[in-house]
């Protein structure tokens, strides 16, 4: 098997570690060769808080992932997520002098945008070029070769705390693998399970992970706003360990096998099984009860994200609706609510017809951050599974290098 074909995303999350790997064809079809996975302790809100417990998981998920691809994984892409990330819109403007735009031109003007001030501690992580302007010509994609004065570009900055990102970065390296890029987690996972024509008519894609639930809004192929909620899957666990007074081992497994965000598609008469403490019988609790816990977090997460996408004044532009995936997308009925708050069509998105080979494994929604990373990888270049030494400057690095070959990623 070829090694420089290779290639190897990694989700750190709150509650799990998910390693895909994945060959890219001659024909540039992705076949998925193997995935690991293993529960996660040393994450809170998408922030690693304890290396040891991080780095032991990610090694289990690691050796999982060789054991079933026949691979000696070296180098990884990697997701990031958590409270710490911001992102807003910023605007260019440079002279071009009548002349035609150039590509030092076009580096220029995404310079002049990226001219803000950035809060002490953080970094860019995504300089993601939106529309260029010409003379007042709006909504134009490659402006190269075209004539003008006046060429002004929006972009949408993605900022992240550099000692989060750090920390993720030493995780890696002391299970023994390197990091070649560090992806946004919605953004990555926007590649497994969105399609072109969603990201060109306006779409909204909503990531539910354990720790944090993530928003990516799209239009015209490109990512108009993007927004991290610090509420996650434990935090519907937690809400069914104190409605039911259980521990919380037990509410995770009764939300696996029973979760339902939707009264209407339960029955009134409906009862489950739910686990004691001190060794007593299990006791018996009617599933409407159960699904109204449940339900009112759902819906607080979506009234949330509503209210981001009204005052952003996004509507308008969501014409795809709206597309769930990570694990809130499991819970029975959340097509059907999701679509009732926002009053739009939804869809549950999954991997299918993004990668071929072991889809049965990895079409689940809870694996599409770690699909979508290894789909940037292999799309962009990266990630080859060479062995190398990486380093904090190495990574970060990129950042600049995106920046300065922006039309690579935005064509």
């Known amino acids: 098997m070829k090694k420089d074909n290779i290639y190897v995303g990694i ?20 076949d998925i060769l193997g995935m690991g996975h293993a529960g996660s302790n040393g994450l809170r809100k998408g922030v690693v808080i304890n290396i040891d417990a991080t780095v032991k998981s ?22 990031i997520a958590g409270g710490h990330i911001k992102s807003f819109n910023s605007r260019g403007l440079v002279a071009v002098k009548g002349r035609e735009v150039t590509n030092k031109d076009v580096e220029r003007v995404i310079e002049s945008a990226t001219a803000v001030n950035i809060p002490i501690g953080c ?10 302007i010409l003379d007042g010509q709006g909504e134009i994609r490659d402006p190269i070769g075209m004539g003008g004065i006046r060429l002004e570009v929006d972009v949408h900055i993605v900022t992240g705390a550099v000692s989060f990102a750090q920390n993720i970065l030493r995780s890696c390296e002391k299970a023994g693998i390197s990091v070649d890029d560090i992806v946004l987690e919605q953004l990555a996972s926007s590649d497994a399970v ?36 610090q ?6 666990t937690r809400d069914l360990s104190i409605g039911l007074n259980i521990p919380e081992y037990g509410a995770e497994r009764i939300k696996k096998m029973y979760g339902c965000v939707w009264l209407p598609s339960v029955a009134e008469d409906d009862v489950v099984d739910i ?14 009860v159960l699904t109204q816990i449940l339900q009112a977090r759902a819906e607080e997460i979506f009234q949330l994200f509503l209210g981001e996408i009204q005052k952003k004044q996004l509507i308008d532009i969501v014409g795809g609706g709206i597309v769930l995936t990570g694990g809130i ?15 739009m069509p939804v869809r549950v998105g999954s991997s299918i017809g993004k990668v071929c080979g072991l889809t049965d494994i990895v079409n689940d ?24 030494k990486g380093s904090d400057e190495r990574v970060f690095s990129k950042v600049i290098e995106r920046m300065k070959s922006w039309f690579n990623e935005f064509f």
Do not use: W
Not at 11 to 30: A, L, M
Not at 275 to 288: A, D, E, F
Not at 367 to 388: D, E, W
């Open 11 to 30: 989700d750190i999350g709150t509650t799990k570690i998910c390693t895909v790997v994945s060959r890219k064809n001659s024909n540039g079809s992705i």
């Open 58 to 79: 990610i090694i289990e998920s690691i050796i999982d992932a060789e054991r079933m691809s026949g691979t000696e994984i070296r180098s990884v892409c990697t997701g």
């Open 123 to 132: 970094e860019a992580l995504h300089i993601i070029p939106q529309q260029f």
């Open 194 to 229: 969105l399609t072109k024509d969603e990201k060109e008519v306006g779409v909204c894609l909503i990531d539910g992970g354990g720790g944090t639930t993530d928003m990516a809004v799209f239009r015209k192929g490109t990512v108009h706003h993007t927004a991290v909620l």
């Open 231 to 236: 509420l996650g899957g434990n935090n519907f």
């Open 275 to 288: 686990p004691s403490v001190g060794g007593r019988s299990p006791r018996k609790i009617s599933r409407p």
């Open 329 to 343: 997308a499991n819970f029975e009925g959340i097509e059907y609510l999701a679509s009732s708050i926002f009053d």
């Open 365 to 388: 929604p809870i694996y599409a951050t770690a699909v979508g990373l290894t789909l940037h990888a292999a799309n962009k270049g990266h990630n080859r599974n060479k062995i190398s």
